[in-house]
């Protein structure tokens, strides 16, 4: 079984900073893509930020040059720093990745269960 455990998440000033944080862990043999979504009260659920595994990174147009994702491929985690945030970053973030499942050789999509940031004075 594969699971992504996000960490990171809480309360912050606007113009502050947070570091979000995505581990897997499981029977893995690779993983692909690592990325970033997020998901405000009322909204739908959107791509903030992607990985390759030959490290290419994309962004979401509203956090360019301010959110930048990476990845330590050797213990299979992400990060996602986040400065200069507003109050419209507020959102429920989730970690997502490909994965090829050792075992069944599976490529599976799996989701994180989520980190809570505020953005609020």
């Known amino acids: 079984q594969v699971q992504l455990v996000e960490s990171g998440g809480g309360l912050v000033q606007p113009g502050g900073s947070l570091r979000l944080t995505c581990a897997a862990s499981?029977?893995?043999?690779?993983?692909?893509?690592m990325d970033w979504y997020r998901q405000a009260p009322g909204e739908q659920r959107e791509l903030v930020a992607s990985s390759t595994s030959g490290a290419s990174t994309n962004y979401a147009d509203s956090v360019k040059g301010r959110f930048t994702i990476s990845r330590d491929n050797a213990k299979k985690t992400v990060y996602l720093q986040m400065n200069s945030l507003k109050p419209e970053d507020t959102a429920v973030y989730y970690c997502?990745?490909?994965?090829?499942?050792?075992?069944?050789?599976?490529?599976?999509?799996?989701w994180g269960q989520g980190t809570l940031v505020t953005v609020s004075s």
């Open positions: 499981g029977s893995i043999l690779s993983i692909y893509d």
């Open positions: 997502n990745a490909e994965v090829l499942a050792a075992g069944t050789y599976s490529l599976l999509r799996v």
